[in-house]
């Protein structure tokens, strides 16, 4: 006879509501809030409104604690100018030139450092030399001025690697001095490149070493690593190498799901009509930047008009932002002058002044700002609304709860055991039979 399960329907009772208890406990399932992504686009014709895109960008962080904007450079640059990868980092070579001439190292480096992050990332191996030769050699020189000697040797170091010879616009005794003897070391550590798909040509410090897969030996230290095939996107990866061998691996994108192209057909779109009436567009738009807010701006006869797409609800805010700015740069007025929320804020003797009175107050007065301080991003109201559901942090309770549930359904089921015997015990005489 088999013996008796020891679980009750009394014990799956039991259980069911500790899971239904556990599964409500804030503690065990809480999650973090994720900080929100924003970009901005601007749909003025022509695009040329960089100084006001960077200032609307820097307010928006300012007056949204926990937005941030968005970091891949080269989807930032083609919402802002409209321009793809190869013209944006050819126009910020240009204005790096620009600063260099003018005597401002400092803009001039940071403008060659995005050129150079942009030229990585989406500009096609064969069309990006002679491009970062005219970033390094630029780092090179100013860095050299600025006298800061390890950005200039890592500068140095990139450049020899891309050419043997110097640059024509670099003095010969810069070059003899701080690139002509700039190398890895011995390549000693062993590294594996692969790919998905396979057989995609591969560049490291800009040689090529074959295609994917491959194995081969490398010097310790930071790498560029690129990785490219017929009909899809470049991918990069800037890869430190230690002493243990090393193995990196690739997913490349096909081009027609790139996402930079998908943007500038979606961008084109939009500054050929109203941006407001193709919410479609503007979600496409945001699905392709990634992003959960997408602040559209548009620059005409002296002033910006500001509205914001909600991309989680697929509408346009209510309100659109209209207001002068300064073309030196880019000041919004609308934005500036709105406080910091949870700052203290200062009102002038104008604003203190009691209406109809014609008198004005001589005290300041400091109070801090409560409420939203960016009223006119709340999103038209369109069809049923889903928010996401965030769960509150993990009280301490929740713990003890947890404990104690899990305890007394361990010693109900253990004791309310039916205590039966699980053998048998057989007492037999056996007698031999006559003869």
């Not at 998905?196 to 410090?205: G, K, Y």
Request: neutral net charge; aromatic residues 6%; hydrophobic residues 40%.
């Amino acid at each position: 006879m088999p013996a008796a399960s020891p679980f009750r329907p009394a014990h799956c009772r039991l259980g069911f509501l500790a899971v239904l208890t556990l599964g409500h406990a804030p503690a065990i399932f809480a999650q973090t809030p994720e900080d929100s992504r924003f970009a901005v686009a601007d749909l003025s014709v022509p695009a040329d409104n960089e100084r006001v895109v960077l200032s609307v960008e820097s307010d928006i962080a300012r007056l949204r604690p926990g937005a941030k904007p968005i970091d891949d450079l080269a989807m930032k640059r083609l919402l802002m100018t409209g321009e793809g990868p190869s013209s944006a980092a050819a126009r910020l070579l240009k204005e790096a030139e620009e600063r260099k001439t003018a005597g401002e190292c400092a803009a001039a480096v940071e403008r060659a450092g995005q050129a150079e992050i942009i030229i990585l990332s989406s500009v096609p191996m064969d069309e990006e030399r002679d491009m970062l030769r005219s970033a390094y050699t630029l780092m090179v020189l100013c860095e050299d001025q600025r006298g800061r000697n390890v950005e200039r040797a890592t500068a140095a170091l990139r450049l020899r690697s891309l050419v043997a010879l110097a640059p024509a616009d670099m003095p010969a005794e810069v070059w003899d001095k701080h690139v002509a003897g700039a190398t890895f070391g011995a390549a000693t550590i062993e590294i594996q490149i692969d790919s998905d798909p396979p057989n995609a040509q591969i560049s490291v410090d800009f040689h090529g070493v074959g295609v994917t897969p491959r194995t081969f030996h490398i010097a310790p230290g930071s790498h560029y690593i690129e990785v490219q095939k017929e009909g899809y996107r470049k991918a990069f990866r800037q890869l430190t190498v230690g002493s243990t061998p090393a193995r990196t691996v690739f997913r490349l994108v096909e081009r027609t799901h790139d996402r930079l192209d998908q943007a500038r057909a979606a961008l084109s779109v939009l500054r050929k009509s109203d941006a407001a009436a193709k919410p479609q567009a503007l979600a496409r738009l945001a699905q392709f930047a990634r992003v959960d807010t997408l602040v559209v701006l548009t620059v005409d006869s002296g002033r910006v008009r500001i509205n914001f797409f909600d991309a989680e609800r697929g509408a346009v805010s209510g309100e659109t932002i209209d207001s002068a700015f300064d073309p030196a740069t880019g000041r919004v007025t609308a934005l500036a002058d709105r406080p910091t929320p949870g700052t203290t804020s200062r009102r002038t003797p104008a604003q203190l002044a009691p209406k109809n009175s014609g008198q004005v107050s001589t005290t300041i007065s400091a109070s801090p700002t409560t409420g939203d301080a960016l009223p006119e991003a709340r999103s038209q109201q369109v069809g049923p609304q889903y928010r996401r559901r965030v769960k509150p942090p993990t009280p301490w309770w929740s713990w003890a709860l947890a404990g104690v549930v899990g305890a007394s359904m361990l010693s109900y089921i253990y004791f309310d055991q039916p205590h039966q015997k699980d053998t048998l015990a057989l007492h037999a005489h056996w007698s031999p039979p006559a003869r």
